[in-house]
T-cell receptor, first 115, second 113 residues
Framework: NAGVTQTPKFQVLKTGQSMTLQCAQD?????MYWYRQDPGMGLRLIYY???????DKGEVPNGYNVSRLNKREFSLRLESAAPSQTSVYFC??????????????FGPGTRLTVT | AQSVTQPDIHITVSEGASLELRCNYS??????LFWYVQSPGQGLQLLLK??????LVQGIKGFEAEFKRSQSSFNLRKPSVHWSDAAEYFC???????????FGKGTRLHILP
């Protein structure tokens, strides 16, 4: 099992450009999450999806959109990138609601720089 | 409000010394508690978790943590650290009716040779 995979690993954008970060999990988990990590700020939840077809805002959703394409895939889109979105982005999944483990499993991250 | 506090931003210990990383939480219901570790340039890996039962939980890499409800704490310990333990450690809290968990801001552990 690959677990949680993310693409790309690195990306540089110019202000105003758009891009989509891809995430996929092969653990048959219901819930998926997008976080951003900034120095001294820990992990902050951007959006999450408790099940296929549902998405909800987290702590810092402004400037982002998400799509839960199917049970495996959860993408994060930046429509018009801003320097404040320079960060490391992590996708995670968890099996809550399936009677399985509750913890979240993380992907390796995408390091995004907006100039 | 739900929150997690890790009071120490940085901690430095000598290789072979014991370690304790502090975590305090605020949560309105029965908490589920986690410790994650992040090595440089990597994602987060679960070290251990507490859901119920024995308040002393064992994790991977020789780590353990103790849940103390009266102190709202879930401190992480290791009797003897190794240079490879240098990383950032995150405490997190969730609940049995919530599909989100809240992370602390992290403690960066430095190991002196």
């Amino acid at each position: 099992n690959a677990g949680v995979t993310q693409t790309p690993k690195f990306q540089v954008l110019k202000t105003g450009q758009s891009m989509t970060l891809q995430c996929a999990q092969d653990m048959n988990h219901n819930s998926m999450y997008w976080y951003r990590q900034d120095p001294g700020m820990g992990l902050r939840l951007i959006y999450y999806s408790a099940s296929e077809g549902t998405t909800d805002k987290g702590e810092v959703p402004n400037g982002y959109n998400v799509s839960r394409l199917n049970k495996r895939e959860f993408s994060l889109r930046l429509e018009s990138a801003a320097p404040s979105q320079t960060s490391v982005y992590f996708c995670a999944s968890s099996g809550i609601g399936q009677g399985s483990s509750y913890e979240q499993y993380f992907g390796p991250g995408t390091r995004l720089t907006v100039t | 409000a739900q929150s997690v506090t890790q009071p120490d931003i940085h901690i430095t210990v000598s290789e072979g010394a014991s370690l304790e990383l502090r975590c305090n939480y605020s949560y309105g219901a029965t908490p589920y508690l986690f410790w994650y570790v992040q090595s440089p340039g990597q994602g987060l890996q679960l070290l251990l978790k507490y859901f119920s039962g024995d308040t002393l939980v064992q994790g991977i890499k020789g780590f353990e943590a103790e849940f103390k409800r009266s102190q709202s704490s879930f401190n992480l310990r290791k009797p003897s650290v190794h240079w490879s333990d240098a990383a950032e450690y995150f405490c997190a809290v969730g609940g049995n009716r919530d599909d989100k968990i809240i992370f602390g801001k992290g403690t960066r552990l430095h190991i002196l040779p």
